[in-house]
């Protein structure tokens, strides 16, 4: 049973362009959501997070939208550079549950120049 | 140290002999996480230490598994009698605050043979 889910398994985008990673879960109790970023050979790195008491946080190039009524999450990258492609994964967690988080699948993320 | 750090980075290994794998955590990170990564997958929990609490175990696929943690510094996940399926990239990670980034190791990629 995925409680994350991340149904496309990669994404290619031009350079400059905007990258748009999708991410949908099924707990309604999680209440925190983060993205990672992950190079070949190397661990994930922590990218931005989200309460689910707020529908945007950016960073930078990098924002994500959480729609809490669909249970939806995406990360927007703008603009795309190549040092973006990676594998992003989206993670939630469930504060009151104490838990660890819960990964997808992951997203290829290929920006060609 | 500066980062997670994992040991051995490689290992192969016969089919039903076990293994161990080695995790130094961030000096000062109370909660200490592995997951693995099979081919093609996502990140899969398999247990959580948090301080001096009893671990959560729930992500362990089979009792040939099992980890200890050492106060709140190294832990070993060892894996009795390995199986094919067992092939993995066996992450670990740190953190101070669950739900806040957690520090990922690069890893120690197992294949079982």
């Known amino acids: 049973d995925q409680q994350v889910k991340q149904n496309s398994p990669s994404l290619s985008v031009q350079e400059g362009r905007i990258s748009i990673l999708n991410c949908d879960y099924t707990n309604s109790m999680f209440d925190y959501f983060l993205w990672y970023k992950k190079y070949p050979a190397e661990g994930p790195t922590f990218l931005i997070s989200?309460?689910?008491?707020?529908d945007k946080n950016e960073d930078g190039r990098f924002t994500v939208f959480l729609n809490k009524s669909a249970k939806h999450l995406s990360l927007h990258i703008v603009p795309s550079q190549p040092g973006d492609s990676a594998v992003y994964f989206c993670a939630a967690i469930a504060d009151q549950a104490g838990t660890a988080l819960i990964f997808g699948k992951g997203t290829t993320l290929s920006v060609s120049s | 140290g500066a980062g997670v750090s994992q040991s051995p980075s490689n290992k192969v290994t016969e089919k039903g002999k076990d293994v161990e794998l080695r995790c130094d955590p961030i000096?000062?990170?109370?909660?200490l996480y592995w997951y693995r990564q099979r081919l093609g997958q996502g990140l899969e929990f398999l247990i959580y230490f948090q301080g001096n609490s009893a671990p959560d175990k729930s992500g362990l696929p089979s009792d040939r598994f099992s980890a200890e943690r050492t106060g709140e510094s190294v832990s070993t996940l060892t894996i009795q009698r390995t199986q094919q399926e067992d092939s993995a990239v066996y992450l670990c990670?740190?953190?101070?605050?669950?739900?806040?980034?957690?520090?990922f190791g690069s890893g120690t990629r197992l294949t079982v043979v």
């Open positions: 990670a740190s953190s101070s605050d669950r739900l806040y980034g957690y520090t």
């Open positions: 989200i309460s689910s008491i707020k």
């Open positions: 000096s000062g990170h109370t909660a």
